[in-house]
C-alpha cells in the first residue's frame, strides 16, 4: 500500500479523536455504484484468507475488497491509523436477519490485549442505508483502553452516552480493535448487511498521518473528552491511558497537557547526598588528621 495523497490522510485531530473514542466514522464515503453491488457480493462471500496474510495476498487484485480499500479516503484513514501494508487479521460478513429476535452482547474483539503503544484496527462498511429498527451497530464510546476479556461486558445493559449507528448507505467506521460494541436486533423487514475487516499494523504507528495540526490545541480538547457513562474518579484513567497512547503515536514523551502522566510517572533520579542520623557514628578525618 502506496503512501496515500496528503489531503486524503487523517489530521491530527481526526488521530486524537480516534484516540478518545475508539473509532472515526465516515459517512456515505463508498459510491452509490460499489453499494448497489455489495449486498449481492457480500451475500455470496468473501474467500478466506490465512491469519495475517498481506492485503494483497488476502483479496485479489479488482476484487470488490480491494476496491473497497483502495478508495482515496478509506486508504488514507488505513494508512494513518496503520501504516503502509497492514496484515488482515480475519474478516467477515455480518448478516443481521430481518426479525431476528435476537442481538449480540456488549463486548470486545480480543482476548486481553495490554498493548499500551499500537493498535488494530475494525473497518466496519454498511452497504444499506441502517435505519434505528434495522438494528445497527452499537458502541460505548471511550471503553477501548479499559482493559476487559472478550464477553465480560456482556452482562452491562444501555450504558450511558452509548452509541447506537444509523448511518447513509457506504458509511465506513473504523473502530479500536478493544471497543465495547454488539450487533443489535433487526426488526426490520430487511436484511442488514456490514463486512468487517480487522487490520494488524505491520510498522510502527508513529506520525503516520498529516501532522500539520499536531500542536492545534483542539488535539489538547480531545484528547481530554469525558464520556457520560465514567466513573468521577477511576474515569480519569481513561485520559491517562490515552495520553500515554498519544505520547507513543507522536513519538513525544513530554506531550501532557494537563499533567495527568506527569503525576504518576515523575521519578527523580538525582540522589541527594545522604547524612547519617546515628550519633554513634564517627565523623569522617580530614585528610592528614589521625583517625
Same mark, same amino acid.
Given at each position: 500500500?502506496?503512501?496515500?495523497?496528503?489531503?486524503?490522510?487523517?489530521?491530527?485531530?481526526?488521530?486524537?479523536?480516534?484516540?478518545?473514542?475508539?473509532?472515526?466514522?465516515?459517512?456515505?464515503?463508498?459510491?452509490?455504484?460499489?453499494?448497489?453491488?455489495?449486498?449481492?457480493?457480500?451475500?455470496?462471500?468473501?474467500?478466506?484468507?490465512?491469519?495475517?496474510?498481506?492485503?494483497?495476498?488476502?483479496?485479489?487484485?479488482?476484487?470488490?475488497? @480491494?476496491?473497497?480499500?483502495?478508495?482515496?479516503?478509506?486508504?488514507?484513514?488505513?494508512?494513518?491509523?496503520?501504516?503502509?501494508?497492514?496484515?488482515?487479521?480475519?474478516?467477515?460478513?455480518?448478516?443481521?436477519?430481518?426479525?431476528?429476535?435476537?442481538?449480540?452482547?456488549?463486548?470486545?474483539?480480543?482476548?486481553?490485549?495490554?498493548?499500551?503503544?499500537?493498535?488494530?484496527?475494525?473497518?466496519?462498511?454498511?452497504?444499506?442505508?441502517?435505519?434505528?429498527?434495522?438494528?445497527?451497530?452499537?458502541?460505548?464510546?471511550?471503553?477501548?483502553?479499559? @482493559?476487559?476479556?472478550?464477553?465480560?461486558?456482556?452482562?452491562?445493559?444501555?450504558?450511558?452516552?452509548?452509541?447506537?449507528?444509523?448511518?447513509?448507505?457506504?458509511?465506513?467506521?473504523?473502530?479500536?480493535?478493544?471497543?465495547?460494541?454488539?450487533?443489535?436486533?433487526?426488526?426490520?423487514?430487511?436484511?442488514?448487511?456490514?463486512?468487517?475487516?480487522?487490520?494488524?499494523?505491520?510498522?510502527?504507528?508513529?506520525?503516520?498521518?498529516?501532522?500539520?495540526?499536531?500542536?492545534?490545541?483542539?488535539?489538547?480538547?480531545?484528547?481530554?473528552?469525558?464520556?457520560?457513562?465514567?466513573?468521577?474518579?477511576?474515569?480519569?484513567?481513561?485520559?491517562?491511558?490515552?495520553?500515554?497512547?498519544?505520547?507513543?503515536?507522536?513519538?513525544?514523551?513530554?506531550?501532557?497537557?494537563?499533567?495527568?502522566?506527569?503525576?504518576?510517572?515523575? @521519578?527523580?533520579?538525582?540522589?541527594?547526598?545522604?547524612?547519617?542520623?546515628?550519633?554513634?557514628?564517627?565523623?569522617?578525618?580530614?585528610?592528614?588528621?589521625?583517625?
Amino acid at each position: 500500500m502506496s503512501r496515500p495523497h496528503r489531503k486524503h490522510l487523517l489530521t491530527s485531530v481526526q488521530m486524537a479523536r480516534f484516540v478518545a473514542h475508539g473509532s472515526l466514522r465516515m459517512d456515505a464515503v463508498v459510491p452509490a455504484e460499489m453499494n448497489a453491488l455489495a449486498v449481492d457480493v457480500l451475500r455470496k462471500g468473501i474467500p478466506a484468507a490465512p491469519y495475517g496474510a498481506p492485503v494483497n495476498e488476502a483479496f485479489e487484485e479488482g476484487s470488490f475488497a @480491494r476496491q473497497l480499500l483502495g478508495l482515496p479516503e478509506i486508504a488514507g484513514a488505513v494508512y494513518s491509523l496503520v501504516g503502509p501494508e497492514p496484515a488482515v487479521d480475519h474478516h467477515a460478513v455480518h448478516i443481521r436477519r430481518a426479525r431476528e429476535g435476537t442481538a449480540q452482547n456488549l463486548h470486545g474483539d480480543a482476548i486481553i490485549d495490554v498493548r499500551p503503544d499500537a493498535f488494530d484496527v475494525q473497518l466496519m462498511y454498511y452497504p444499506q442505508e441502517v435505519t434505528l429498527d434495522m438494528g445497527g451497530t452499537l458502541s460505548v464510546p471511550g471503553s477501548h483502553l479499559r @482493559r476487559t476479556n472478550e464477553t465480560d461486558t456482556g452482562r452491562y445493559q444501555n450504558l450511558r452516552g452509548q452509541s447506537r449507528l444509523t448511518c447513509p448507505a457506504g458509511t465506513v467506521v473504523f473502530l479500536h480493535h478493544g471497543i465495547w460494541h454488539g450487533g443489535r436486533r433487526n426488526d426490520s423487514d430487511i436484511d442488514r448487511y456490514m463486512f468487517k475487516i480487522r487490520l494488524n499494523p505491520t510498522v510502527r504507528q508513529l506520525r503516520l498521518w498529516n501532522t500539520d495540526d499536531l500542536y492545534d490545541p483542539a488535539v489538547a480538547a480531545e484528547l481530554g473528552r469525558q464520556f457520560p457513562w465514567y466513573e468521577h474518579a477511576t474515569g480519569r484513567l481513561e485520559i491517562y491511558n490515552r495520553v500515554r497512547l498519544w505520547q507513543a503515536l507522536v513519538g513525544d514523551d513530554s506531550y501532557d497537557p494537563d499533567y495527568w502522566v506527569t503525576r504518576v510517572t515523575n @521519578r527523580p533520579t538525582r540522589v541527594v547526598a545522604q547524612r547519617s542520623l546515628n550519633p554513634h557514628a564517627r565523623r569522617p578525618t580530614a585528610m592528614g588528621e589521625p583517625a
